[in-house]
């Protein structure tokens, strides 16, 4: 089993940057490709980022892509996403999610077998 606790959320002004932290526990996330994702009120859980067991391939969606940067440290079994330039849009819960094996793109959410609480990340005008 895998536990993951995301950290690093917040309230930003529009145009500011945070950087959340994804830890896990448990055993090592090594051999899991992993994922960001975020939920709004009233939308459904979409995939941001996500980054192969190396860390070496990284796939974002157009929204994020050239704001948002996935990276892993597997030493300390640690997931990052850094976020720049955040606009209001942004804000939701964001989560971390572990999928065990090396296939990165195109997962579906269901396929992936770990996931922390959220973090709330709110991006004010």
């Known amino acids: 089993q895998v536990q993951l606790v995301e950290s690093g959320g917040g309230l930003v002004q529009a145009g500011g940057s945070l950087r959340l932290s994804c830890a896990a526990s448990?055993?090592?996330?090594?051999?899991?490709?992993m994922g960001w994702f975020r939920q709004a009120p009233g939308k459904e859980r979409e995939l941001l980022a996500a980054?192969?067991?190396?860390?070496?391939?990284?796939y974002y969606v157009g929204s994020v892509k050239g704001r948002f940067t996935i990276s892993r440290d597997n030493a300390k079994n640690t997931v990052y996403l850094q976020m720049n330039s955040l606009k209001p849009e942004d804000t939701a819960v964001y989560y971390c999610?572990?999928?065990?094996?090396?296939?990165?793109?195109?997962?579906?959410?269901?396929?992936?077998?770990?996931w922390g609480q959220g973090t709330q990340v709110t991006v004010s005008s």
């Open positions: 448990g055993r090592t996330i090594s051999n899991c490709a």
């Open positions: 980054i192969s067991w190396s860390g070496s391939d990284t």
């Open positions: 999610a572990a999928k065990p094996g090396p296939a990165y793109i195109g997962i579906p959410l269901n396929l992936y077998a770990y």
